[in-house]
């Protein structure tokens, strides 16, 4: 019967179980990957934890907060690792290395820092201050009950986080990164409806539905309630209102694992809207103010380590060690020969004693 039947159908066959032998081949294929992603993703925060300060340096691309505060835009993302009983419930329930998130919040117009009374905040000190952390905490500068949403100095909060999580808290910054013509709008243009609904938002609680809290984690949130939010639901709702993230998603379905390029379970990284997208993770750590005694820093992060290259590593180091050695003369003595010269990076002088609020 073969003989029969014509050599051009004999091709034609060929080529349609050719074409579906590639199709599946490929599937498997990306399935294994996916799978592969997945598995290490899930390792990812077991590796991070076991990382001393110098590792993290390195994973995480570590700069100076001075560095890069003037690249900070309204839309970038920070993801944080406490170390308080409550951060611990939150990284073991969602098995990851974060427990908090928040987005930078540049340049907030003068409503909005009316309505959380940036320039009331610390008697007047950030009436300059230009960056800072939008996020919903257990806990607010103003003390409010219950806690809420609230505006935060970037700086002022390094410095509290550095006095009171010293040598483990882990503070990383990914930059939001946009299209050229979305770039050359102000940011009232390119986010319209910012403004709104921080105003809006201004007297919300932090999260009072346990129930809510314990569904994120598998997420089976159906309704959202922005009466009173979490950290990553207020993130997500703000990339919602910025038109980075489907309308349709739930906002209170979002962990801070969420926002990170390495521990989504899905193996992928956050896929926003309108062109737009994540950079990798960078570690911010905090430069001292001239003045500050080279003793004020923990032992064990005299020598840490900045990842610079070449010249501009060498003459950072040759700068710090100078400021060292006419700071503290002794101090010298106590660094490391091992490690090169010391990076200079420790926590201002603290005469009255500051109290921060525990981060979730």
Avoid at 91 to 103: C, E, K, P, V, Y
Avoid at 201 to 224: C, G
Avoid at 321 to 339: F, K, R
Wanted: aromatic share 8%; proline share 6%.
């Amino acid at each position: 019967k073969a003989d029969h039947v014509p050599k051009s159908k004999v091709s034609s066959i060929s080529r349609s179980v050719g074409a579906v032998v590639c199709v599946r081949a490929a599937k498997v294929k990306n399935n294994v990957s996916a799978a592969r992603k997945k598995v290490g993703n899930r390792l990812e925060s077991r590796k991070v934890r076991k990382m001393d300060q110098q590792a993290l340096d390195n994973h995480f691309r570590a700069a100076f907060l001075c560095d890069v505060k003037d690249e900070m835009q309204t839309g970038d993302i920070i993801l944080l690792r406490g170390c308080e009983r409550f951060s611990m419930m939150i990284r073991t329930g969602s098995h990851s290395n974060w427990s908090h998130s928040a987005m930078i919040v540049r340049d907030p117009s003068p409503a909005v820092r009316a309505a959380y009374k940036l320039d009331e905040a610390e008697d007047g000190a950030w009436k300059d201050e230009t960056v800072f952390l939008y996020e919903s905490d257990t806990e607010t500068w103003d003390k409010r009950e219950g806690g809420g949403v609230q505006l935060y100095s970037i700086d002022a909060y390094m410095v509290w986080m550095y006095e009171d999580y010293t040598p483990d808290f882990l503070f990383v910054w990914r930059k939001l990164k946009i299209p050229p013509q979305m770039a050359a709008l102000p940011c009232s243009e390119r986010f319209p409806n910012l403004e709104e609904e921080m105003l809006a938002l201004s007297s919300a609680m932090y999260e009072t539905n346990k129930r809510e809290l314990a569904k994120v984690l598998i997420k089976a949130n159906f309704r959202e309630d922005m009466s009173s939010v979490f950290c990553s639901e207020l993130v997500a709702h703000m990339l919602k209102v910025m038109g980075l993230l489907p309308p349709e998603a739930k906002a209170n379905n979002y962990l801070p694992r969420t926002f990170s390029s390495r521990e989504r379970l899905d193996g992928r990284d956050i896929e926003l809207m309108r062109g737009c997208k994540y950079d990798l993770e960078v570690r911010i750590r905090w430069k001292p103010v001239e003045g500050t005694p080279q003793d004020a820093a923990p032992a064990n992060w005299s020598s840490g380590s900045l990842i610079f290259e070449g010249e501009e590593r060498a003459d950072l180091f040759a700068s710090l060690q100078t400021q060292e050695e006419e700071l503290s003369p002794s101090a010298s003595s106590h660094q490391s020969t091992e490690s090169g010269p010391s990076t200079g990076m420790v926590c201002p002088p603290t005469e009255e004693p500051a109290t921060a609020p525990p981060r979730s």
